[in-house]
């Protein structure tokens, strides 16, 4: 939902020299809206295919010279989605309404600033999001069953931004906090195979809590030197519980835990030559301290309780040199890590293999080690007819070292074991590429037509140590197509290309006999057309999957087939 977005940031390269864990291909930074002129009020409504609907208001700005707001409430919801036709070697699904697949949920809300002057400003927000009722079929085979749950969360942040006369110095502190409740449902007894239908149960609760701040000054020094620096303070606390049937409660899957990360980054940018070089050295160190509590019915007794410390140092530099507005080369070397979960540590869980009739084990590793790389990337950008053609073409390379996957421990006559173990070494390497020509405004100022590109192309995403492709990877994606605006009309015409991928084989009754599975290659057509009839007035239609194909982004759960979608916004 991003009515409520002032703009998104992508960065692309290893951010954990900023942004600390889990931060290896990038970071998606979202800036919400802060509306400071005036007040507006937006209405908007939308409908379309398997009863979906979504209606939203907006409102926002200066209340006076001190205060003010923006004010976001949106309802969406869905009906079951229908399924093209779709077959998998001995398994075929004759297409249509895949039963299972409906929610509702809903979401708002509430920001108010306070000018204490021109140099200093606060800032307080809360947010709520409530799902309830959401469901999932399970998988098409049906042999994970269906599900639903319920997802509630709240959360608060305050901000200041100060400025010092001089504009020297540039001032950021954060204090956030957020709650999250899960529930999930089951109408399905798995004690026995094939599995019966019971009533709806409550089968899964979970509870988090994060508390976190982060303070910065950016500095601006001699010689167009600008230098950040700043400590950044997570915890994260998390409880789980499982129940049976009856409603008493059985061994959950990972024993309550916590996670405190505590970290120093700075980030020194130097402009050159008229601001045509561009040199940028940034560093964070963190430290963790992972903690386990003891936790009522948990079966893995030996992982808890538990605490281990970990520590991090990520540097990242880049250049960029940028030529006569024509030619930008540009440059990034860094490292990040990925510090393991909870689940793959200390995680503890049983279940049944229907084929084999072995009671299948997954267990964590307290041996696992963060996952790290190293990352580099060098590319050009050429820039053509006033900035109407745009192109960029960027390699990059990264070594991933220990990363965390699945691995089977033992096998008996009765018994499967696996745990999760850090692999010595794995590659990725590719092409990435960005084109667009806007030959609309090339002809005629007043008027957008746009066709645009962009591609990353694996040469290759290989388990070295064991010599095989790694799993949830597309060896190519494309995103290409054409927009329009002349500012009553406006359209895009979307095309989506992903490749094939490979994944761990969790299925008995499809992929029979093997250990993994590949699936992708398919393409997926988009169309938005929004009009402008009066001022302020504005329709919408959309057709998602154009071409009615069928594909899965995941094995065994199949995308909606060809939806439409209308809807009208006003403004005042």
Known sequence: L??????????????????????????????????????????????????????????????????????????????????????????????????????????????IGYNINQNHYINLRGDIFSGKDINSAGDIFGEFGPSKKDLDRYSVDFSYEGKTESRDHNYLLKIFGAKDKKIDYSNMDWSTWPATEVPWYKSFLSYSDYLGFQAQDTMRLPFNNQLTVGIDYNQDKNITERYNIDGSQKSPYEPDNEKINLAGFFEDRLSLLEGNLILSLGARYDGYNLKTSSTPYFANIPAEPGEEKLS???????????????????????????????????????????????????????????????????????????????????????????????????????????????????????????????????????????????????????????????????????????????????????????????????????????????????????LNLGYEFIENLTVNFKVANLLDQSYEEKPGYPMPGRTFEGGISIEF
């Open 312 to 526: 991090s140092f990520n540097p990242r530099g880049g250049v960029v040199y940028k030529f006569k507005d024509i030619v930008r080369f540009h440059s990034s070397v860094g490292t990040a890590f990925v510090v393991p979960k909870p689940l793959q540590k200390a995680g503890y869980y049983t279940s049944m293999d229907w084929v084999t009739f072995k009671t299948k084990v997954i267990e964590g590793n307290p041996d696992l080690k963060p996952e790290k790389s190293l990352s580099y990337d060098i590319g050009c950008e050429l820039t053509f007819l006033k900035k109407y053609i745009t192109t960029d073409i960027t390699y990059f390379h990264t070594d991933l070292k220990d990363k965390v996957q699945s691995k089977k421990v033992s096998e008996t006559a009765t018994k499967i074991v696996s745990s999760f173990e850090n692999i010595d070494k794995a590659e990725m390497s590719g092409i990435e590429n960005t084109f667009s020509f806007d030959f609309g405004r090339l002809l005629n100022p007043n008027r957008s037509i746009k066709l645009y590109s962009n591609l990353t192309y694996l040469m290759q995403a290989k388990d070295i140590t064991n010599d095989k492709d790694l799993y949830y990877v597309a060896k190519t994606k494309i995103n290409y197509g054409i927009e329009y605006d002349d500012d009553k009309l406006s359209g895009r015409l979307n095309f989506r290309y992903v490749g094939k991928m490979k994944e761990t084989n969790w299925f008995t009754t499809a992929y029979v006999g093997q250990t993994e599975i590949e699936y992708g290659d398919f393409t997926i057509a988009d």
């Open 2 to 111: 991003l009515d409520d977005v002032e703009k998104i940031e992508v960065l692309k390269g290893p951010a954990s020299s900023l942004y600390g864990s889990e931060a290896m291909a990038g970071v998606i930074n979202i800036i919400t809206k802060k509306s400071k002129k005036k007040i507006k009020t937006k209405l908007s409504f939308e409908g379309g295919s398997f009863g979906s609907w979504k209606a939203g208001l907006l409102a926002g700005g200066a209340i006076n010279e001190r205060f003010d707001f923006d004010l976001n409430f949106t309802g969406a919801g869905r009906d079951n989605y229908d399924v093209p036709e779709y077959s998998i070697e001995n398994w075929k699904w004759k297409g249509g309404t895949w039963d299972g697949n409906n929610f509702r949920n809903y979401s708002g809300s509430i920001r």
